[in-house]
């Protein structure tokens, strides 16, 4: 098993431009999670998914967008990246109600996509 | 609603030294409370998690944790910190994890090693 994967590793963007960020799990986990960290700020929730064709906006949603149309992949999207947006993204997946909770599983984080927005 | 706090963005210790770090929890329900640990330019590893099985938590590394209710604590210590530690640490808070289990995380201490 792979885990959970995300490409790219690193992103440099300039201001205006648009990307998509791709999460992959093979685990065929049920919830997906974006998050992104900045210093000082811990991990803020952008944007999660509980099932294959389902979204929510986490905390931080604003000037993302996410789809889920297959179980194995999250995406997230800037549709017009603003300096601000400069981060690190973590994705993460969770096996779901099958899994009997967090006294059973947790939650698994991808290594991160360093983007940078000029 | 769910949060946590970290006390102290930063902590210092000696190798072989003692290290406290402190977590404070918030939550209007029953907490599920995690200790992750991020090296530089990696992910999240888990290190362990209190599920109200037991309060005190035993994690990987030698780390341990203690669930305290009426101090809404959940601190993580190990006896002896080695240099391999250094590293950054994030407290994270969940409640009812059916619908989501979104986590809830702090704003992390860097734990800085000594020689």
């Known amino acids: 098993n792979a885990g959970v994967t995300q490409t790219p590793k690193f992103r440099v963007l300039k201001t205006g431009q648009s990307m998509t960020l791709l999460c992959a799990q093979d685990?065929?986990?049920?919830?997906m999670y974006w998050y992104r960290q900045d210093p000082g700020m811990g991990l803020r929730l952008i944007h999660y998914s509980v099932g294959e064709g389902t979204t929510a906006k986490g905390e931080v949603p604003d000037g993302y967008n996410v789809s889920r149309l297959k179980k194995q992949n999250f995406l997230l999207g800037l549709e017009s990246a603003a300096p601000s947006q400069t981060s690190v993204y973590f994705c993460?997946?969770?096996?779901?109600?099958?899994?009997?909770?967090?006294?059973?599983?947790?939650?698994?984080f991808g290594p991160g996509t360093r983007l940078t927005v000029l | 609603a769910q949060s946590v706090t970290q006390l102290g963005s930063h902590v210092s210790v000696s190798e072989g030294a003692l290290v406290l770090l402190r977590c404070n929890y918030s939550?209007?329900?029953?907490?599920?409370l995690f200790w992750y640990v991020q090296y530089p330019n990696q992910g999240l590893q888990l290190l362990l998690k209190?599920?109200?099985?037991?309060?005190l938590v035993k994690g990987i590394n030698g780390f341990e944790a203690e669930f305290k209710k009426s101090e809404t604590s959940f601190h993580l210590t190990k006896p002896s910190a080695h240099m391999s530690d250094a590293a950054e640490y994030f407290c994270a808070v969940s409640g009812d994890w059916t619908g989501a289990n979104n986590l809830f995380f702090g704003t992390g201490t860097r734990l800085t090693v000594i020689p």
């Open positions: 685990m065929n986990h049920e919830y």
């Open positions: 209190y599920t109200s099985a037991a309060t």
């Open positions: 939550s209007s329900v029953p907490p599920y």
């Open positions: 993460a997946s969770f096996p779901g109600r099958a899994s009997g909770g967090p006294q059973l599983d947790t939650q698994y």
